[in-house]
């Protein structure tokens, strides 16, 4: 019994220690990335980094909450998160800012609005996504009320399942834009813009232990998403491998 209880403190040390270890040697960077970042808005940056710097990179998707605990045990190096609580001892910085949108189905009777009121939004249940993402407070900082006060119509856990949902007419969702261009494009979902000027946003956080060096393949990894993310706004062009620089 004892033996079985020391068995996970053990792992966790080997873990550590290899990843200390794995300070000082060259490896692959392993990064982290909640479910909506790194299955629709991840990927060209990471071809554009590993074209650019022939740099190795493996990846994990997993829920935003997991990505946060695999971070603290030194299981990945840098993490891309929909929501940060900025503990201490990490460095954490706005990758990109994505707009919310709600999405219907090409049926429903909001698909030919504009954009979409407050006062709508707080009459309507939606369809809840992925928990721990910070899009129940957005939504509910948005619409000036307690978080506790929203009204959800079903919980899916994930963006998928909310697009399914949405689809057969089940009900209406608040998505990040990006991870509903393939089917607006295609019809099977109809994206409406939120009132406001600006409208809502989302801020993607990328996230690393402070306690690297500048020099640490995590903290250059990070500063260049940023950077790139930049540009890539300022120039309102795609991700492409030549158009970034690394720096140093």
Same mark, same amino acid.
């Given at each position: 019994?004892?033996?079985?209880?020391?068995?996970?403190?053990?792992?966790?040390?080997?873990?550590?220690?290899?990843?200390?270890?794995?300070?000082?040697?060259?490896?692959?960077?392993?990064?982290?990335?909640?479910?909506?970042?790194?299955?629709?808005?991840?990927?060209?940056?990471?071809?554009?980094?590993?074209?650019?710097?022939?740099?190795?990179?493996?990846?994990?998707?997993?829920?935003?909450?997991?990505?946060?605990?695999? #971070?603290?045990?030194?299981?990945?190096?840098?993490?891309?998160?929909?929501?940060? $609580?900025?503990?201490?001892?990490?460095?954490?910085?706005?990758?990109?800012?994505?707009?919310?949108?709600?999405?219907?189905?090409?049926?429903?009777?909001?698909?030919?609005?504009?954009?979409?009121?407050?006062?709508? #939004?707080?009459?309507?249940?939606?369809?809840?996504?992925?928990?721990?993402?910070?899009?129940?407070?957005?939504?509910?900082?948005?619409?000036?009320?307690?978080?506790?006060?929203?009204?959800?119509?079903?919980?899916?856990?994930?963006?998928?399942?909310?697009?399914?949902?949405?689809?057969?007419?089940?009900?209406?969702? #608040?998505?990040?834009?990006?991870?509903? $261009?393939?089917?607006?494009?295609?019809?099977?979902?109809?994206?409406?813009?939120?009132?406001?000027?600006?409208?809502?946003?989302?801020?993607?956080?990328?996230?690393?232990? $402070?306690? #690297?060096? $500048?020099?640490?393949?995590?903290?250059?990894?990070?500063?260049?998403?940023?950077?790139?993310?930049?540009?890539?706004?300022?120039?309102?062009?795609?991700?492409?491998?030549?158009?970034?620089?690394?720096?140093?």
């Amino acid at each position: 019994m004892e033996g079985r209880e020391f068995e996970g403190h053990a792992r966790d040390l080997h873990r550590l220690a290899n990843n200390a270890l794995n300070t000082f040697r060259e490896r692959r960077l392993v990064v982290g990335a909640s479910s909506n970042i790194g299955i629709y808005l991840l990927h060209p940056y990471l071809k554009a980094y590993g074209d650019e710097s022939g740099a190795s990179i493996d990846i994990q998707i997993s829920r935003n909450l997991v990505v946060a605990e695999q #971070l603290a045990k030194g299981e990945i190096d840098v993490a891309l998160m929909e929501w940060w $609580d900025e503990r201490p001892g990490y460095v954490s910085r706005v990758w990109r800012t994505e707009e919310m949108v709600v999405i219907v189905a090409p049926e429903h009777p909001w698909a030919g609005l504009p954009y979409l009121s407050c006062s709508q #939004l707080r009459q309507t249940p939606m369809l809840g996504g992925e928990p721990g993402t910070g899009t129940g407070r957005l939504l509910a900082e948005y619409l000036g009320i307690e978080l506790a006060e929203l009204s959800i119509g079903a919980r899916l856990g994930s963006t998928d399942a909310v697009k399914q949902w949405v689809k057969a007419g089940m009900g209406v969702s #608040l998505a990040l834009a990006g991870t509903v $261009d393939d089917e607006t494009r295609s019809g099977k979902l109809v994206a409406i813009p939120l009132e406001g000027n600006p409208p809502p946003r989302k801020a993607l956080q990328v996230v690393w232990r $402070d306690s #690297l060096s $500048d020099e640490h393949a995590a903290c250059r990894f990070g500063t260049w998403l940023v950077e790139s993310a930049a540009l890539s706004h300022q120039k309102n062009v795609q991700v492409h491998p030549a158009r970034w620089p690394l720096g140093e």
